[in-house]
């Protein structure tokens, strides 16, 4: 079953133009899925996966011989799985420059990764980050009715007021918040994964999640980038799952996965450029009151992160509630292109996230339960010192706008 991603229609939108498309995530996310949609409206495409070792030995090899093959007589070329390609980046330049035909190109991070693409491809390549299912798309499979008839105007009013655009946002009834919760329940503990979001139960759920997490490790680290490294980044990654939303101490991690700066800061990045957590770095423009200094880790599904630490328990059972709530808020925020940040000072004052649109701030507290209009002193510490579009405060349950203060508090599943 193919449900239509939130991504197609920009890849649709720049197949007219003569760059490479690269359609780049993490395993499992729907990229086959939605390159092969996309093929299937077009003529004179052809479509070729590099798991297909000889067609893979062929462009490695003899490309001029690939193209006659496999391409001549095509306007469309699109390869699956480029990450296998050796100096793959240097041959599409030859095959952009020599046959100015139209390439769209999927693959793991690995694109990103090594120098083998992109530095032959300055000028000639877009890159899109595709990820899983956002919880918008998430609801509208699971719930069409209540996506088409309700969640849909619900979030496009919020996004209205984020932009300024709306004097007031939406304030949700009670039985409204309790029905969309059974959602996001579910969401936040098994994440957006395209193969979990369509098993049939939380058993199988399980067992996909267990199942990308560890293809990640053999696939993704072992033979791919060609680590040796499995065992550390294994407790490497489980470390960073038990801390989720902190500040990172770099000595303790390293102890914890007896690895050295050096090969700690790598095996950081490589987790994040294989889009399985995200680094944010604090908001600061004052270095000798704010920490300015130590990123925050924030994975990208929460349905990956409870596969590391094998919790799946229900969310009303869990004991790391907050830090799932929060997790999620950072994912959602990524999912929809924002650069996310946060905020701390020397006296702990602090903001979850900030995000900078357009020269102003956007606030944003996550809190999982709430039953008044109370407000931490972090915002109002960082609204005293900085210009601010809107604040907000997230939680599980309640809906309401302080007009007075300018809060807005919002379920988070309308982050």
């Known amino acids: 079953m193919y449900i239509k991603r939130e991504m197609e229609d920009k890849v649709v939108k720049y197949l007219k133009t003569p760059e490479i498309i690269a359609v780049a995530g993490p395993r499992q996310c729907g990229k086959t899925t939605l390159l092969k949609k996309i093929f299937k409206r077009l003529k004179k495409a052809v479509y070729i996966d590099f798991e297909d070792r000889d067609i893979l030995d062929l462009f490695n090899t003899d490309i001029r011989t690939f193209y006659s093959l496999h391409v001549k007589e095509n306007d469309y070329l699109f390869i699956d799985e480029f990450q296998y390609a050796r100096d793959g980046g240097q041959k599409l330049k030859y095959l952009y420059d020599t046959y100015k035909i139209k390439i769209v190109i999927s693959g793991s991070s690995v694109l990103d990764l090594t120098h083998q693409a992109v530095k032959y491809l300055v000028g000639r390549i877009f890159i899109f980050h595709l990820s899983p299912f956002s919880f918008r798309e998430f609801l509208g499979y699971r719930s069409p009715s209540l996506y088409e008839n309700v969640y849909i ?4 009013k919020v996004d209205l007021f984020l932009q300024g655009k709306r004097k007031t946002p939406p304030v949700l009834s ?40 560890n293809t990640y490790l053999l696939r993704e680290i072992r033979d791919i980038l060609q680590l040796s490294t499995e065992r550390e980044i294994q407790k490497l990654v489980k470390a960073l799952s038990l801390q989720v939303g902190s500040m990172v101490v770099y000595n303790e991690l390293g102890q914890i996965a007896s690895l050295d700066y050096s090969k700690l800061m790598k095996h950081l990045n490589i987790l994040e450029k294989t889009f399985v957590i995200k680094m944010v770095s604090p908001f ?38 907050g830090m799932l709530n929060k997790n999620f808020t ?7 292109g924002y650069e996310i940040k946060y905020w701390r000072t020397k006296s702990h004052a602090e903001i979850d996230f900030v995000l ?33 579009n809107r604040t907000i405060i997230l939680s599980e349950n309640f809906s309401f706008f302080d007009k007075e203060r300018e809060i807005l508090f919002l379920p988070l599943f309308l982050v």
């Open 330 to 336: 950072a994912g959602q925020l990524l999912k929809s």
């Open 284 to 321: 600061y423009r004052n270095k000798r009151t704010e920490i300015a200094k130590s990123p925050k880790i924030y994975f990208r599904d929460n349905g990956f992160r409870n596969a590391v630490i094998g919790n799946f328990q229900p969310l009303n059972e869990r004991i790391d509630r």
């Open 174 to 213: 009670e039985s409204l918040i309790k029905e969309m919760h059974r959602y996001y329940g579910e969401y936040a503990v098994f994440g957006g994964y395209p193969r979990v979001v369509l098993s049939n139960d939380a058993e199988e759920k399980v067992t996909v999640l267990k199942n990308i997490y």
């Open 153 to 156: 105007d619900l979030k496009k």
């Open 356 to 388: 900078e649109e357009a020269g102003a701030n956007i606030l944003i507290e996550v809190k999982s339960f709430l039953s008044t209009n109370k407000a931490g002193r972090g915002l109002f510490n960082f609204r005293e010192k900085y210009h601010v």
